[in-house]
C-alpha cells in the first residue's frame, strides 16, 4: 500500500524491542495518572442534575456566542481528530512487539496502550458535548464525519514497526498539544474562559502522552542509534500526516467544486494560527534536539546520510512555507462553506 513493506522491522530489532518491557513499565507507564486524580468531562459542563441546569447551559451559549466561525471549524476538526480514538488504538495494536496481543494484556506494553486510550477517551468526549450545548454547529453533519472518519481509519505509513510507529506517536502527540494550546489561547480571547481551560486540560494530557513516547524513542536511539535515525528519516521523507486526514461529510467536496475537507480544514487551521507549517518545523526541530540527532555517532553511512538530512530539514521547511505564504498573499482568496457550521462560507 502507497509502497509500504508490510512487517519492515528486521528481526535483530524486533527482539530489541521485545526487551524494552521493563523499561516501559518503569519510565512510561508512571507517565499516565490514576483515575481518581484525573480530569472528568463533567468538571467543565453543566451539571444535568443540577436543578440549575437549564441556567447553566444558558450562560455556557452566552459564552459561546462571541466565537468566530473559523474559530469552530478549528475546534470541531480537533474534537473530530479526538473523536476518531478507536483508529489509532487500533494503530498502535499493529505495531509488532508491541502489540496487546489479548484485548486485556498485562504487559507493559498492553496497559500502557489501553490506559493511554482511556485517557484520550475523555477528549472528545468533552469536546463533544461542550459544542453540543453551544448550539453553533451542525451535530448531525459532525457525526456523520467522525463516522466516516473511524470507517476509513488512517494510513500514517508505520509498516508494522514500532520503531516507525513511535517517532509518528512522539511527533503527533507534541502536533496536538500545539493545536489544543493555540484553541485555548484563542477561546480565552474570545471571552470563554471555561472552554480555555478545557482546551489547556487536553492540551496538559497531550504533553505527558509525547514525553511517553519520546522516552522510548529516545531508549531506541540509547540500544539502536542507526535504526532509530532511519526510522526518524523516513517518516519525515514520507511526511507526518495528521490522523483525521482522511475526514468527509459526505457533501464537503459536492459543495465546494471537488475541494477535500480536511485540506479545507487545515487550512483554516493555519490561517487562525491554530496549526501551521511553521509548527510542524518547530516540532521537528524540538525532536532533533530532544534526541540529540545531530551529536550522535553512526556506523552505517546511510544513518549518517539521515542525520544530515533530518538536522537541514527544520530550515528548509520553513523556506517552503514562507515561499508557500508568499505566494498566497498574492493569490485571489478561496471560500469554501462547511456543512459543520451549517454551510456558512469562510476563506480558506
Same mark, same amino acid.
Given at each position: 500500500?502507497?509502497g509500504q513493506v508490510l512487517?519492515?522491522l ?6 530489541l524491542?521485545k526487551?524494552?518491557g ?9 507517565l499516565?495518572?490514576e483515575?481518581s486524580?484525573c480530569?472528568?468531562p ?7 442534575e443540577d436543578?440549575?441546569?437549564m441556567?447553566q447551559?444558558r450562560?455556557?451559549?452566552?459564552r459561546s456566542?462571541?466565537?468566530p466561525?473559523?474559530?469552530l ?5 480537533d474534537?473530530i481528530?479526538?473523536?476518531a ?6 494503530m498502535l495494536?499493529?505495531l509488532?512487539?508491541?502489540r496487546?496481543?489479548t484485548?486485556a494484556?498485562p504487559t507493559?506494553w498492553?496497559?500502557w496502550?489501553r ?6 477517551n475523555?477528549h472528545?468526549d468533552v ?14 453533519s459532525?457525526?456523520?464525519t467522525?463516522?466516516?472518519?473511524i470507517?476509513?481509519g488512517?494510513?500514517p ?7 516507525l510507529?513511535?517517532v509518528y506517536t ?5 502536533a496536538?498539544?500545539?493545536s489544543?494550546?493555540?484553541?485555548a489561547?484563542?477561546?480565552?480571547e474570545?471571552g470563554?474562559?471555561l472552554l480555555?481551560k478545557?482546551?489547556g ?8 502522552h ?11 536511539y ?5 535504526g532509530?535515525?532511519?526510522?526518524f528519516a523516513?517518516m519525515m521523507?514520507k511526511?507526518?500526516v495528521m490522523p483525521a486526514?482522511l475526514m468527509?461529510?459526505?457533501?464537503h467536496?459536492a459543495k465546494n467544486?471537488?475541494r477535500n475537507?480536511?485540506?479545507d480544514?487545515? &487550512?483554516? $487551521?493555519e490561517?487562525?494560527? @491554530?496549526y501551521? =507549517?511553521?509548527d510542524?518545523a518547530?516540532?521537528? *526541530?524540538?525532536?532533533i534536539k530532544k534526541?540529540?540527532?545531530?551529536d550522535?555517532?553512526?556506523e552505517s553511512g546511510d544513518? &549518517?546520510e $539521515?542525520?544530515?538530512y533530518l @538536522?537541514?530539514? =527544520?530550515?528548509r521547511?520553513?523556506k517552503?512555507? *514562507?515561499r508557500t505564504?508568499?505566494r ?6 478561496l ?7 451549517f454551510d456558512?462560507?469562510l476563506t480558506?
Open positions: 500500500m502507497d512487517h519492515s528486521t528481526k535483530e530489532r524486533l527482539a524491542v526487551t524494552l521493563p523499561f516501559v513499565e518503569s519510565e512510561v507507564y508512571p499516565l495518572k483515575t486524580k480530569w472528568q463533567t468538571d467543565f459542563l453543566p451539571s444535568s436543578p440549575y441546569f441556567d447551559v450562560e455556557l451559549r452566552k456566542a462571541a466565537l466561525d473559523d474559530y471549524i478549528s475546534f470541531v476538526g474534537m481528530t479526538e473523536e480514538l478507536p483508529t489509532y488504538m487500533a495494536n499493529t509488532d512487539g508491541v496487546d496481543e484485548g494484556s507493559p498492553g496497559k496502550t490506559e493511554w486510550t482511556a485517557e484520550e475523555r472528545g469536546m463533544n458535548k461542550y459544542m453540543y450545548l453551544t448550539g453553533r454547529v451542525n451535530m448531525k459532525i457525526e456523520v467522525i463516522q466516516n472518519l470507517g476509513s488512517m494510513d505509513k508505520t509498516e508494522n514497526n514500532p520503531y510507529g513511535f512522539s511527533f503527533q502527540e507534541r496536538t498539544k500545539v489544543h494550546g493555540n484553541t489561547r484563542h477561546a480565552l474570545h470563554d474562559e480555555a478545557l482546551c486540560s487536553i492540551a496538559s494530557d497531550e504533553g505527558r509525547e514525553i511517553a513516547y519520546q522516552r522510548i524513542v529516545e531508549k531506541l540509547e540500544k539502536d542509534p542507526d532509530a535515525v532511519l526510522a523516513d521523507r511526511q507526518i486526514h468527509d461529510d459526505g457533501e467536496a467544486n471537488g475537507l480536511f485540506a480544514f487545515s &487550512a483554516v $487551521a490561517r487562525s494560527g @491554530v501551521t =507549517p511553521m510542524y518547530d516540532i521537528m *526541530e524540538f525532536l534526541w540529540k540527532v545531530a550522535r555517532s553512526h544513518a &549518517a $539521515a542525520q544530515e @538536522v537541514k530539514l =527544520p530550515d521547511i520553513r517552503l512555507a *514562507e505564504a508568499a498566497r498573499t498574492k493569490a485571489k482568496p471560500e469554501a462553506s462547511f456543512s459543520w457550521i456558512r462560507p480558506i
